[in-house]
């Protein structure tokens, strides 16, 4: 099956910096998703972004799909963006319709 | 409803017990998903329904799961005889209709099997 990874697994950041959050798949896809993690365990849709760019606020989101990747970037970042950002794939074709998920970076802002 | 729901939020059960687990999606919504979320095997797809029919059962983890949609809306996931393993957050999800379309998650079930 299709092959996500995140990079990097573990981020530690101050108040206001900035941060890329990067995904590689290794295959085809007409569905990528960002997902925020919070602490109660709900999934928070971000992006649907299986190509192009897209902006919403202080994230924003790029998707290569030529090149196999995505990224997101949170710009001047606030203790309430700490959580875990997933990224998920479907890959293009076939009868599967499900996501597969990276492992996840867990991002800690500090105050 | 404005979201996807799911019931309960908590479940805990005796080893052995059976559970239902169950999962109201968007309204308008003819694709459902469930997966499962644990410590070791991170975010796993489980079972997909088109309307009422699943086309794909291989993602369940063994014969004790068991997935049913009626009316094309509510869906059940059931798990028999549960053991320990089975622990984990339960998360189900709807789109549009299935292939490229967005997937939107409910809060999921925590299942703790004692």
């Known amino acids: 099956g299709i092959q996500v990874e995140q990079s990097p697994p573990d981020l530690i950041l101050q108040e206001g910096a900035n941060s890329t959050l990067r995904c590689n798949f290794s295959d085809s896809v007409n569905n990528l998703q960002w997902f925020h993690q919070n602490p109660w365990g709900q999934l928070i849709n971000l992006f649907y972004?299986?190509?192009g760019t897209k902006q919403n606020g202080r994230l924003s989101a790029t998707t290569v799909a030529t090149e196999r990747y995505s990224l997101l970037y949170i710009s001047s970042s606030q203790t309430t963006d700490s959580g875990v950002y997933f990224c998920?794939?479907?890959?293009?074709?076939?009868?599967?319709?499900?996501?597969?998920f990276g492992k996840g970076t867990l991002l800690t802002v500090n105050p | 409803g404005a979201g996807v729901s799911q019931s309960p939020s908590n479940k805990v059960t005796e080893k052995g017990k059976d559970v239902e687990l169950r999962c109201d999606p968007i309204s308008g919504h003819t694709a459902l998903y469930w997966y499962r979320q644990s410590l070791g095997q991170g975010l796993e797809f489980l079972i997909y329904?088109?309307?009422?029919?699943?086309?794909?059962k291989s993602g369940l983890p063994s014969d004790r799961f068991s997935a049913e949609r009626t009316g094309g809306s509510v869906s059940t996931l059931t798990i028999q005889r549960t053991q320990q393993e089975d622990s984990a957050v339960y998360l189900c999800?709807?789109?549009?209709?299935?292939?490229?379309?967005?997937?939107?998650f409910g809060p999921g079930t925590r299942l703790t099997v004692t």
């Open positions: 998920a794939v479907r890959r293009s074709g076939g009868s599967n319709y499900k996501l597969t």
């Open positions: 999800a709807s789109s549009l209709a299935v292939g490229g379309h967005e997937q939107y």
């Open positions: 972004i299986p190509s």
């Open positions: 329904f088109q309307g009422n029919s699943a086309p794909d």
